[in-house]
């Protein structure tokens, strides 16, 4: 059992240090294995992963079902610690299409009925909107996930890809546990205005694409085909020339990772762990062997000289490609 724990901000509650974010079992990131997905989440709950992030738009519905089917079989005692964080009000269609935001009160209440039902939970830990919803404000969002906290339908309010101007609006209407956010060695964004922002205020970060969606995991290879499903197919990260670069520098940090005798998604992992403890990496594993993997990271320690090692490596803005597809760019935090 991993003993290493983080508070998520100054009113969230104590979690583990990594979080298990598990959209990548249902086909975002191309085929998926139920029986597989449902052992990784025991093995993570058995292993003191207490921290499981979803959204009720993965899959329409299809990851949250997943998470409640391993709720629901994993051993009481590891269910009664587990804490669900869930995102909602990504728009979709029978298609598989994304049409925008919803962050109405009406459907604020509307999509956690939904997801409470999917998850077969009482109560959500941490319920945030995926993006902020351009055309509702962020204090009628905030306001009505309040009022599910006063209910006790869910316990915490969190955010996501909210920029600094909403992540300060919120504050002021209802306690934010956490801001989630892309965080890696290659996107560093938030450290320019978002991360003084939520250290202000006293809320914690959950970072996701640690591994860049596993672009720096140093298992992604140059000829690896991605299906039409998977995201990895339209980031501009992974395309041609952008992709050779960037896989360029996952060989420059295979170097420090070889010579500390660790592997390559072990110094991307322990690299966000070591950015303060109000930071809270979900790790995208989708089987037993990468969760073990990614749980070794716990135990790596990255002294002042290994950190200038990755800085020189891998310095802020090396990475080629946007985060996010140009269509996706304004919706995100770091772009206001
Ligand atoms: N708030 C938001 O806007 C937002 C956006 C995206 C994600 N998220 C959340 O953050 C979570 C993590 O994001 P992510 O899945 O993109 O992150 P990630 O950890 O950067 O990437 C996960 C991918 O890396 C590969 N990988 C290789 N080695 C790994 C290892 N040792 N451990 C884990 N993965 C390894 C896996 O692909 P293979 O299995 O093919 O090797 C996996 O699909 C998501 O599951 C989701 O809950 C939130």
Known sequence: MTTHTRSLGSTGPQVSALGLGCMGMSPLYGEVDRAESIATVHAALDAGVTLLDTGDFYAMGHNEMLIGEALRTAPAALREKALTSVKFGALRDPDGGWSGYDGRPAAVRNFAAYSLQRLGVDHIDVYRIARVDPGVPIEETVGAIAELVEKGHVRHIGLSEASAANIRRAAATAPIADLQIEYAIITRDIEREILPTTRELGIGITAYGVLSRGLISGHFTRDRQLGAGDFRALSPRF????????LDLVEALRKIAD???V?????AIAWVLSRGEDIVPLVGARTRERLAESLGALDVTLDAADLAAIEEAVPADAAAGTRYPAAQMSHLGTEH
């Not at 395309?239 to 960037?246: P, S, Y």
């Not at 592997?263 to 110094?267: D, F, R």
């Open 259 to 261: 010579e500390k005798g």
């Open 239 to 246: 395309q041609g020339d952008n992709l050779r670069h960037n």
């Open 263 to 267: 592997t390559v998604a072990q110094i």
